[in-house]
Protein backbone atom coordinates (compact mmCIF):
# COMPACT_ATOMS: atom_id res chain seq x y z
CA UNK A 1 0.00 0.00 0.00
CA UNK A 2 2.84 2.61 0.64
CA UNK A 3 4.05 1.92 -3.07
CA UNK A 4 0.88 2.72 -4.12
CA UNK A 5 0.40 5.86 -1.92
CA UNK A 6 4.12 7.37 -2.85
CA UNK A 7 3.08 6.41 -7.10
CA UNK A 8 -0.37 8.43 -6.18
CA UNK A 9 1.77 11.01 -4.57
CA UNK A 10 4.24 11.48 -7.81
CA UNK A 11 1.56 11.42 -9.89
CA UNK A 12 -0.60 14.13 -8.18
CA UNK A 13 2.85 16.34 -7.37
CA UNK A 14 3.67 16.16 -11.24
CA UNK A 15 -0.30 17.26 -12.09
CA UNK A 16 -0.17 19.97 -9.68
CA UNK A 17 2.92 21.45 -11.33
CA UNK A 18 1.09 21.41 -14.65
CA UNK A 19 -1.82 22.44 -13.99
CA UNK A 20 -0.25 25.17 -11.65
CA UNK A 21 2.41 26.01 -14.53
CA UNK A 22 -0.03 26.17 -17.26
CA UNK A 23 -2.65 28.57 -15.64
CA UNK A 24 -0.33 31.01 -14.49
CA UNK A 25 1.73 31.28 -17.44
CA UNK A 26 -1.76 31.79 -19.49
CA UNK A 27 -2.76 34.09 -17.01
CA UNK A 28 0.89 36.06 -16.69
CA UNK A 29 0.41 36.42 -20.86
CA UNK A 30 -3.34 36.52 -20.65
CA UNK A 31 -3.83 38.82 -24.08
CA UNK A 32 -1.68 36.37 -25.75
CA UNK A 33 -3.67 33.68 -24.80
CA UNK A 34 -6.91 34.77 -25.50
CA UNK A 35 -6.11 36.25 -29.21
CA UNK A 36 -4.19 32.65 -30.16
CA UNK A 37 -7.80 30.43 -29.18
CA UNK A 38 -9.65 33.47 -31.32
CA UNK A 39 -7.16 32.54 -33.84
CA UNK A 40 -7.81 28.94 -34.16
CA UNK A 41 -10.20 27.58 -36.78
CA UNK A 42 -11.39 24.93 -34.63
CA UNK A 43 -13.23 26.68 -31.69
CA UNK A 44 -14.91 29.65 -32.97
CA UNK A 45 -17.12 32.52 -31.15
CA UNK A 46 -16.12 30.06 -27.66
CA UNK A 47 -12.90 30.92 -27.81
CA UNK A 48 -13.48 33.84 -25.39
CA UNK A 49 -15.27 31.60 -22.95
CA UNK A 50 -12.81 29.11 -23.01
CA UNK A 51 -9.72 32.06 -22.90
CA UNK A 52 -11.11 32.31 -19.21
CA UNK A 53 -12.56 28.69 -18.66
CA UNK A 54 -9.20 26.91 -19.09
CA UNK A 55 -6.97 28.61 -16.86
CA UNK A 56 -9.89 28.31 -14.28
CA UNK A 57 -10.45 24.44 -14.67
CA UNK A 58 -6.34 23.72 -14.44
CA UNK A 59 -6.51 25.82 -11.14
CA UNK A 60 -9.48 23.91 -9.63
CA UNK A 61 -8.29 20.69 -10.94
CA UNK A 62 -4.72 21.54 -9.10
CA UNK A 63 -6.51 22.15 -5.98
CA UNK A 64 -9.10 19.35 -6.09
CA UNK A 65 -5.33 17.24 -6.16
CA UNK A 66 -4.16 18.63 -2.87
CA UNK A 67 -7.32 17.48 -1.23
CA UNK A 68 -7.13 13.79 -0.06
CA UNK A 69 -10.90 13.42 -0.27
CA UNK A 70 -11.13 15.55 -4.05
CA UNK A 71 -7.89 13.38 -5.10
CA UNK A 72 -9.69 11.17 -7.58
CA UNK A 73 -12.16 13.64 -9.04
CA UNK A 74 -9.09 15.47 -9.68
CA UNK A 75 -7.43 12.70 -11.43
CA UNK A 76 -10.51 12.17 -13.33
CA UNK A 77 -10.86 15.66 -14.57
CA UNK A 78 -7.09 16.11 -15.18
CA UNK A 79 -7.60 12.78 -17.35
CA UNK A 80 -10.47 14.38 -19.29
CA UNK A 81 -9.04 17.96 -19.87
CA UNK A 82 -5.79 16.56 -20.93
CA UNK A 83 -7.43 14.29 -23.01
CA UNK A 84 -9.53 17.01 -24.56
CA UNK A 85 -6.42 19.48 -25.33
CA UNK A 86 -4.81 15.48 -27.09
CA UNK A 87 -7.94 15.40 -29.69
CA UNK A 88 -7.75 19.27 -30.17
CA UNK A 89 -4.18 18.98 -31.04
CA UNK A 90 -4.37 16.03 -33.15
CA UNK A 91 -7.54 17.67 -34.87
CA UNK A 92 -5.88 21.09 -35.46
CA UNK A 93 -2.56 19.41 -36.90
CA UNK A 94 -3.85 17.44 -39.13
CA UNK A 95 -6.76 19.09 -40.38
CA UNK A 96 -5.69 23.06 -39.93
CA UNK A 97 -3.09 24.99 -42.36
CA UNK A 98 -3.05 27.14 -39.41
CA UNK A 99 -2.21 25.78 -35.81
CA UNK A 100 -2.47 28.65 -33.01
CA UNK A 101 -0.18 28.27 -30.36
CA UNK A 102 -1.54 28.53 -27.25
CA UNK A 103 -0.69 26.53 -24.42
CA UNK A 104 2.76 29.19 -23.15
CA UNK A 105 5.39 28.90 -21.11
CA UNK A 106 8.19 25.62 -21.82
CA UNK A 107 5.55 24.06 -23.86
CA UNK A 108 5.24 26.21 -26.69
CA UNK A 109 9.21 25.07 -27.26
CA UNK A 110 7.78 21.60 -28.31
CA UNK A 111 6.80 20.34 -31.73
CA UNK A 112 3.27 18.88 -31.72
CA UNK A 113 4.07 15.71 -32.20
CA UNK A 114 6.16 16.28 -29.02
CA UNK A 115 3.42 17.96 -27.28
CA UNK A 116 1.10 14.97 -28.38
CA UNK A 117 3.20 12.84 -26.89
CA UNK A 118 3.71 14.72 -23.44
CA UNK A 119 -0.23 14.72 -23.07
CA UNK A 120 -0.32 11.00 -23.93
CA UNK A 121 2.20 10.72 -21.43
CA UNK A 122 0.15 12.51 -18.98
CA UNK A 123 -2.73 10.90 -20.02
CA UNK A 124 -1.54 7.45 -19.03
CA UNK A 125 -0.26 8.87 -15.26
CA UNK A 126 -3.50 10.18 -14.69
CA UNK A 127 -4.88 6.04 -15.64
CA UNK A 128 -2.76 4.86 -13.55
CA UNK A 129 -3.31 7.26 -10.49
CA UNK A 130 -7.14 6.85 -11.17
CA UNK A 131 -6.36 2.57 -10.71
CA UNK A 132 -4.28 2.93 -7.96
CA UNK A 133 -6.61 5.33 -6.05
CA UNK A 134 -9.15 3.18 -6.47
CA UNK A 135 -7.38 0.30 -5.70
CA UNK A 136 -6.23 1.35 -2.48
CA UNK A 137 -10.15 2.61 -1.68
CA UNK A 138 -10.74 -1.80 -2.55
CA UNK A 139 -13.08 -0.80 -5.63
CA UNK A 140 -11.23 -3.66 -7.66
Partial sequence: MAVRNRIIEVIVALYILLWMYAAVSKLLDFEVFSVQLTKSPVLGDNAALLAVL??????????LLTVPVFRLMGLIGSFLLMSAFTIYLFVITRHSS????SCGGILEGL??????????????????????????????
Fill in 111 to 140: SWDSHIIFNLFFIGLSVWGIRMTLINKDFF
Fill in 54 to 63: VPGVEIILAV
Fill in 98 to 101: YVPC
